[in-house]
C-alpha cells in the first residue's frame, strides 16, 4: 500500500481511504456469503419410487382412482331408471312368484348397476335403487289390480277364494270379502300393495349391495 496519496497527503498505515480526498486506497473485497442449499422437497411419486417393492414401488404413485360414488341413485339418474324399468317390467313377468320376485329384482338391479356403471354402492344406494324397481312394478301391478276390481272380476275371484274355506256360509266373511271388491277396500289393497312391494324389493336392493355392490 502506498505512503503517500496521489493528492501529496501522507497516509496512515493500513488506511483503507485517504483522509483528505477520500479516494480508495486499495480494491475492497466484499466478503462471500454461502447460501445454504435446502433439501428438494419430496413428492409422492420419488417416495413411491424409492420405498421399491415394500410400499408397492412405481406402481403406488399412479395407484387407481379412489372408489367413485358418482352419481347418486334417483330418477335424475337415467341409468338407474332405465335398469329399474328393465327388471321391473321383466319381474312381473314372474308374478306367479310373488315376494321372491319382488326380492330378486331388487337385488338384479343392483347388480347390472355395478356392472354397468363401474360405481360402487353402498347400503343407501341399493335401497333407492330397489325402491325405483319396486315403484315401478307396483305402477304395474296396481294398474292391473285396479282393473281387475273395477271390472268386477276381483269379486268373483274372491268368491272364488271363500268357497275352499270351511267356513264359506259365514255371514261376516261374505261382507268383508263384499267390502274388499268395493271402492275402499281395493284402496287398503292398493296401499297394502305399495308397502309390500317397494319395502321387499328395498331389501333386495339392499342386500345387492352388501354382496355385490362393493370390490
Same mark, same amino acid.
Given at each position: 500500500?502506498?505512503?503517500?496519496?496521489?493528492?501529496?497527503?501522507?497516509?496512515?498505515?493500513?488506511?483503507?481511504?485517504?483522509?483528505?480526498?477520500?479516494?480508495?486506497?486499495?480494491?475492497?473485497?466484499?466478503?462471500?456469503?454461502?447460501?445454504?442449499?435446502?433439501?428438494?422437497?419430496?413428492?409422492?411419486?420419488?417416495?413411491?419410487?424409492?420405498?421399491?417393492?415394500?410400499?408397492?414401488?412405481?406402481?403406488?404413485?399412479?395407484?387407481?382412482?379412489?372408489?367413485?360414488?358418482? #352419481?347418486?341413485?334417483?330418477?335424475?339418474?337415467?341409468?338407474?331408471?332405465?335398469?329399474?324399468?328393465?327388471?321391473?317390467?321383466?319381474?312381473?313377468?314372474?308374478?306367479?312368484?310373488? !315376494?321372491?320376485?319382488?326380492?330378486?329384482? $331388487?337385488?338384479?338391479?343392483?347388480?347390472?348397476?355395478?356392472?354397468?356403471?363401474?360405481?360402487?354402492? +353402498?347400503?343407501?344406494?341399493?335401497?333407492?335403487?330397489?325402491?325405483?324397481?319396486?315403484?315401478?312394478?307396483?305402477?304395474?301391478?296396481?294398474?292391473?289390480?285396479?282393473?281387475?276390481? @273395477?271390472?268386477?272380476?276381483?269379486?268373483? !275371484?274372491?268368491?272364488? *277364494? !271363500?268357497?275352499? @274355506?270351511?267356513?264359506? +256360509?259365514?255371514?261376516?266373511?261374505? *261382507?268383508?270379502? *263384499?267390502?274388499?271388491?268395493?271402492?275402499?277396500?281395493?284402496? !287398503? #289393497?292398493?296401499?297394502?300393495?305399495?308397502?309390500?312391494?317397494?319395502?321387499?324389493?328395498?331389501?333386495?336392493?339392499?342386500? $345387492?349391495?352388501?354382496?355385490?355392490?362393493?370390490?
Amino acid at each position: 500500500m502506498p505512503e503517500t496519496c496521489t493528492c501529496g497527503a501522507q497516509l496512515p498505515p493500513d488506511s483503507l481511504f485517504c483522509h483528505k480526498c477520500g479516494k480508495p486506497q486499495r480494491e475492497i473485497v466484499a466478503p462471500e456469503v454461502l447460501t445454504p442449499a435446502l433439501p428438494a422437497p419430496v413428492t409422492r411419486a420419488a417416495t413411491a419410487f424409492a420405498a421399491g417393492p415394500v410400499a408397492g414401488g412405481p406402481a403406488a404413485a399412479f395407484a387407481a382412482a379412489p372408489p367413485r360414488f358418482a #352419481m347418486p341413485v334417483s330418477f335424475r339418474n337415467p341409468v338407474a331408471v332405465r335398469i329399474s324399468l328393465f327388471v321391473g317390467v321383466a319381474a312381473m313377468f314372474f308374478s306367479f312368484l310373488p !315376494i321372491v320376485n319382488w326380492l330378486a329384482a $331388487g337385488f338384479i338391479a343392483v347388480f347390472f348397476y355395478r356392472r354397468k356403471t363401474q360405481n360402487l354402492l +353402498n347400503v343407501g344406494a341399493g335401497l333407492h335403487l330397489g325402491w325405483i324397481t319396486g315403484l315401478v312394478m307396483f305402477t304395474m301391478w296396481g294398474v292391473f289390480f285396479m282393473a281387475e276390481g @273395477l271390472s268386477g272380476k276381483l269379486n268373483g !275371484i274372491f268368491q272364488e *277364494q !271363500i268357497k275352499n @274355506l270351511p267356513s264359506a +256360509n259365514d255371514p261376516y266373511l261374505q *261382507q268383508v270379502a *263384499q267390502f274388499m271388491a268395493s271402492g275402499p277396500g281395493l284402496l !287398503i #289393497m292398493l296401499a297394502i300393495g305399495f308397502v309390500l312391494i317397494t319395502c321387499v324389493s328395498m331389501a333386495g336392493g339392499a342386500l $345387492g349391495a352388501k354382496m355385490v355392490g362393493r370390490d
